[in-house]
């Protein structure tokens, strides 16, 4: 997929259609080339070091598919809750396991984004966010798990769909939530001389 009629300032190595609508909402061209790369947790791994691992390695993935010199842009993030990261769910069981996890407490958000531009030129930045859920009644997780939503998401929710009807407070970065901490993308972009 291709921005139309614009040239792309950089390939965004993502299918995901939240950062799409982020990177148009700062103004960046790009096109897509999804990155396919093990996305499992290592043992013992931390969850910064998990999400800059694979931030990473989705840039670099896709870096070495293209010709050219646009810079590859990366992302990846984890919902943590006592410092286990909750990925996406595989299914609606696991999905409403997840959000009764999530109820009524305060869990972390870890955002990486990568820059890859060549050999010996990359940049990222890890943001994280702290979110804290109202109850959430079982009633409501399952309503919510019915229409979908939480399938392809981390932690089992979208923070720019229904679930922000039951989010009390966001402490940092909205948009690292969804899946793109905007002001470390451009702050990277700027150093590739992509935004100004």
Sequence with gaps: MQETDVRPHIVLASSSPRRRDLLRQIGVAFRVIPADVDEAVLPGEQPADYVLRVARDKAEAVRARIDGALPVLAADTAVVLDGAILGKPVDRAEAIAMLRQLSDRTHEVFSAVAVQSGPGRAAHRVNITRVTFAPLESAW????CDSGEPMDKAGAYGVQGAA????IRIEGSFSGVMGLPLYE?????????VLS
């Design 185 to 193: 993308t451009s702050e990277l972009l700027r150093r590739f001389e």
């Design 164 to 167: 922000a009807t039951r989010i």
């Design 141 to 144: 997780i399952e309503a919510y």
